[in-house]
C-alpha cells in the first residue's frame, strides 16, 4: 500500500456519507466513519470487506512516516497521537493505539474554518472568558465533545481583542490561529515538547499572558498550572469528566491527602470557570453541544474548600446563579428542546437529573398546548420506592 492509495482510501470515506466528523480502520472491519455520531461502512474499490492486521499496520505506519519519536511512544504506551494534512489542505487529529497485537487507526477530521463565539452561538458567559486576564478556565467532557473546539472560539476572541503572548501546548495541533491583535506561538506535543509538564514549565520562562494547554494529566501539570494562574496568567486547559463538579473533585483526588487543604483555597483562588460539553444529535442532521457552566462566585467558593454536603452541592448552586451566567446541563437541554435543537428522546438521554429534565420540558409543552407526559411523576414515584421504607415512615 501506498501514500496515493491510503490518501484514496481518507478521500473516499470522507464523501461516503454527510457530517462525517471521525474515520476509523480496525483489523476484521470494513473502513467506516462515524456519521452524525453514527459508525457507518464506506465502499472503495477494489472492495474491502474486512481489513487485514497487514494493511492496517501499513496504514498507520505510513502516517507515523518514520518519526521515531512516535513509534517509541507506540511501542512504550500503545498509542501515540499525531496530526496529518491531505493534500488540498485537509486537516486530521490521528491516534493510533494498539489492540490484541493489531494496529488501530482513528483520524478525527479537523475544520479548517476557526470557530468564533458568534457563529457556533455559545453563550454570552464566553465574552466574559475572553477578558479574563488571570486564573484557570478548564473545559471538561468526553473525548470528541467539543473542547477544542470550544477553547479556539475563546482563544480567537482574545486574539482579536487582546495585545498579548500566547502560548498553546497542543497534542496536536487543531487549530492554526493566524495571529491579529495577538502573537501566536503554537507547540505541538512531539515535534515541539516532549510533555505537558515540561511544556507548560517552559512556557513561564516565554513571557505569556495566556497559556493553553491541551490536557491536565497529572499532579505536576496541574500545580505549575495553578502557579502559573496564581502569577498573572490565564491558564486554559481540560480534563476528561462528566460535568463541572466532578472536574474540580478529579483536580484535588490528584494530590495527596495531607496536601488536599492548601489545593483547595489555591483552587478556590484560582479558578475561574469551568464548562461541561456533551455532544448531542441535533434535530435535521449534525450534532449541537450541551454545556454545564459553572462560574467563581463566594458560594462556589466555599464548596471547593469545605467540600459538598447533602444539601450544599456544585449542581445546585449551579442551578440557580443564571445571574452569573451559570447553567446546568439539565437547564441547558431544556433550553435546547424549546429550541426546537434537540428531541424530547435526546433531551432525557443526556440528562444529569431525569426528573428535573422532565418537568422542564412538561413545562414546554404545556406552554405550547400540548399534551403532557407522566414521566416526571413516575420518576418521582421511582425516586420515593427507591428510599428506605422506614425513613419513609418517619418523614
Known amino acids: 500500500m501506498k501514500q496515493p492509495e491510503i490518501d484514496y482510501w481518507i478521500r473516499a470515506m470522507l464523501a461516503a456519507h454527510d457530517n462525517v466528523s471521525d474515520l476509523n480502520l480496525t483489523v476484521g472491519r470494513t473502513l467506516q466513519v462515524e456519521s452524525s455520531g453514527q459508525l457507518k461502512s464506506v465502499t472503495v474499490e477494489p472492495e474491502i470487506t474486512e481489513l ?37 489542505g485537509t486537516r486530521f487529529r490521528v491516534n493510533i493505539f494498539k489492540q490484541q497485537n493489531y494496529l488501530s487507526t482513528v483520524l478525527r477530521l479537523l475544520n479548517n474554518e476557526m470557530p468564533t463565539i458568534e457563529n457556533m452561538k455559545f453563550p454570552k ?49 487543531e487549530y492554526v490561529h493566524q495571529s491579529d491583535l495577538a502573537t501566536f506561538n503554537q507547540r505541538e506535543l512531539g515535534n515541539d515538547f516532549n510533555d505537558f509538564f515540561l ?15 491541551g490536557e491536565m494529566r497529572d499532579k505536576e501539570t496541574m500545580e505549575i498550572a495553578l502557579a502559573a494562574a496564581e502569577t498573572g496568567h490565564l491558564v486554559i486547559s481540560t480534563l476528561h469528566t462528566i460535568d463541572t463538579g466532578q472536574a474540580i473533585n478529579r483536580i484535588l483526588g ?21 464548562v461541561g460539553q456533551r455532544l448531542l444529535p441535533k434535530i435535521g442532521g449534525g450534532r449541537i453541544a450541551a454545556m454545564e ?9 466555599d464548596l471547593i474548600i469545605n467540600g459538598e454536603t447533602e444539601e450544599k452541592t456544585f449542581y445546585n448552586v449551579i442551578k440557580v446563579g443564571a445571574t452569573r451566567d451559570m447553567r446546568t446541563f439539565d437547564q441547558d437541554l431544556v433550553e435546547l428542546y424549546k429550541m426546537g435543537e434537540i428531541t424530547e428522546e435526546a ?19 404545556s406552554e405550547r398546548g400540548e399534551e403532557t407526559s407522566t414521566l416526571a411523576g413516575q420518576l418521582k414515584m ?14
Open 52 to 88: 487485514t492486521p497487514f494493511q492496517t499496520e501499513v496504514f498507520a505506519l505510513n502516517l507515523i512516516n518514520g518519526n521515531r519519536h512516535l513509534m517509541q511512544h507506540l511501542i512504550t504506551n500503545g498509542s501515540c497521537d499525531l496530526s496529518y494534512i491531505l493534500e488540498g
Open 125 to 173: 458567559a464566553f465574552y466574559r472568558m475572553a477578558r479574563d486576564k488571570n486564573g484557570l478556565i478548564l473545559f471538561t467532557g468526553a473525548t470528541g465533545s467539543g473542547k477544542s473546539t470550544s477553547m479556539a472560539a475563546l482563544l480567537d476572541k482574545i486574539n482579536h481583542e487582546r495585545p498579548v503572548h500566547v502560548v498553546t501546548l497542543e497534542d496536536p495541533i
Open 199 to 213: 511544556g507548560l514549565r517552559a512556557a513561564l520562562r516565554q513571557a505569556p499572558k495566556v497559556i493553553l494547554v
Open 254 to 274: 490528584m494530590f495527596e491527602q495531607d496536601e488536599q487543604s492548601q489545593v483547595r483555597n489555591r483552587l478556590a483562588d484560582s479558578i475561574r470557570w469551568v
Open 293 to 301: 457552566i459553572l462560574c467563581t462566585s463566594l458560594r462556589i467558593k
Open 347 to 365: 433531551a432525557m438521554s443526556y440528562s444529569s437529573n431525569r426528573s428535573e429534565v422532565a418537568r422542564g420540558l412538561d413545562m414546554i409543552k
Open 382 to 395: 421511582e425516586e420515593e420506592e427507591d428510599e428506605d421504607p422506614w425513613m419513609r415512615k418517619r418523614s
